[in-house]
């Protein structure tokens, strides 16, 4: 059974840090993403790592939220800074087998979903 679990969620006061990880089983996936979803909104992509360790992140999350994979652990990462309150969500992570450049922003681009992990910023 293909499994994305993720943990590291939790509650902090605005500007603090927390470290997402999604630990991946059976395969060693090729394009990963972590995305977020909160209360009322759409899901969303927040950062992308492609095949070859290439990661893109949304204009929301750039310069304070760093994603990283680690192939020896087949884990994927996400470290958050200076975090706010509108970044209170679900963080999910996803995964696909396929081969990808640039990574993938699109939900349906990917197979595997992890259950999520809640991140609570308050002001």
């Known amino acids: 059974q293909v499994q994305l679990v993720e943990s590291g969620g939790g509650s902090v006061q605005a500007g603090g840090s927390l470290r997402l990880s999604c630990a991946a089983s059976r395969y060693t996936y090729s394009c990963m993403g972590w995305f977020r979803q909160a209360p009322g909104k759409e899901r969303e992509g927040v950062a992308v790592?492609?095949?070859?360790?290439?990661?893109r992140y949304a204009d929301s999350v750039k310069g304070r939220f760093t994603a990283s994979k680690d192939n020896a652990k087949n884990t994927l990462y996400l470290q958050m800074n200076s975090l706010k309150p509108e970044d209170t969500a679900m963080y999910y992570c996803a995964a696909t087998l396929r081969v990808c450049r640039g990574g993938l922003w699109r939900e349906y681009e990917y197979s595997y979903w992890g259950q999520g992990t809640q991140v609570t910023v308050s002001s």
């Open positions: 790592i492609d095949s070859i360790g290439t990661t």
